[in-house]
């Protein structure tokens, strides 16, 4: 797989990642450890060198399935992981005070079985805790090795620069696909102004643009989709035009309309790495052959005219949730 450079940083990971949230966590009922440490391998031996968790993911057990999946390989991958939604007990915590970045760095250290945290980000931006302040305490654990390098989740083009001032921001990770391009407005101009990667996650819009949902779909206790505002009946129902745009498209290019998803993205600037994540193989293939996918500019244009012109209908998180985000 191709490689690519997260804004001027120097880290180079493969052009698509694999975002692991869904392995233990978010998705209701998941698969089993044996199986996910297997499907992390496979990624590896096809190209991917870029895995993306946190510690609120369990919390802390996708950590622990991380790096006991990747130990063989560490040399050959690249690990991300987030702070600021829980406390060193796995407690609902909202908060980046610098005493609680470094404790609970320290547990993700020992979980990931690492010496250096690859990429680190800030999960959601706490409004409590200046971004100064958590800007300089993740460059004093990139001094102490602890860290390589600092990125933010969900942060606003202010808050970016802000924190850029204070440690150079290497990563950029915030929702990003055909059907929620608010990123466009504001923080994917800041990026590339600064030199600084973006990494879309939910590329695939949680699965919906996959063509495999309808109004018809249910989904399990414990998956996030659940109760979510694009992903009530009356939703799923009026957004079956933009599958219907991707399938149009895929058909002319021989994919399926998550490849053409996935490779609109990448066809977006040569520093943005999404970061779709599954727990099944031949989701894993699909979405890898992506890369291989290629769109004209005249292609490009005429899907994102299409798309602009699609109303997506139902909000991404209930308010309680997306206040919590920058955008």
Wanted: with cysteine; aromatic share 6%; hydrophobic share 40%.
């Amino acid at each position: 797989m191709d490689k690519r450079m997260l804004g001027a940083s120097g880290m180079e990971v493969s052009s698509l990642g694999l975002g692991c949230i869904g392995m233990s966590h978010h998705r209701g009922n998941t698969a089993s450890a044996t199986k996910m440490i297997a499907l992390l391998r496979s990624a590896v031996d096809r190209g991917v060198t870029f895995f993306d968790t946190a510690q609120v993911y369990g919390p802390f057990t996708n950590e622990s399935l991380v790096g006991e999946a990747l130990a063989p390989v560490r040399d050959r991958v690249v690990i991300a992981t987030k702070f600021g939604l829980t406390d060193v007990e796995g407690n609902p915590s909202w908060s980046s005070r610098p005493e609680l970045i470094r404790s609970t760095v320290d547990g993700s250290l020992a979980r990931l079985g690492v010496e250096r945290i690859d990429l680190l980000y800030q999960h959601r931006v706490d409004p409590k805790t200046p971004i100064e302040e958590v800007a300089g305490t993740v460059r004093d654990l990139i001094v102490e090795g602890k860290v390589h390098h600092f990125g933010l989740s969900e942060a606003s083009a202010q808050t970016i620069r802000r924190a850029h001032t204070v440690q150079p921001v290497t990563a950029v990770q915030s929702e990003y696909s055909l059907w929620f391009r608010a990123p466009e407005r504001e923080v994917l101009p800041t990026c590339e102004e600064l030199g600084i990667g973006f990494v879309p996650y939910s590329p695939l819009g949680r699965g919906f643009l996959t063509g495999s949902m309808d109004e018809t779909t249910t989904f399990e206790e414990g998956d996030s989709r659940k109760g979510s505002p694009q992903f009530t009946v009356e939703a799923l129902k009026a957004n079956q035009s933009m599958v219907e745009l991707l399938r149009f498209v895929a058909a002319d290019k021989e994919a399926t309309p998550a490849q053409i998803a996935l490779a609109w993205l990448l066809a977006q600037k040569t520093w943005i790495t999404p970061i779709p994540g599954t727990t099944k193989l031949h989701r894993l293939q699909e979405n890898l052959a992506a890369a291989d996918v290629t769109l004209t500019p005249d292609d490009l244009a005429a899907l994102t005219r299409a798309a602009s012109g699609i109303e997506v209908v139902g909000d991404r998180y209930p308010q309680s949730l997306e206040r919590m985000t920058g955008l």
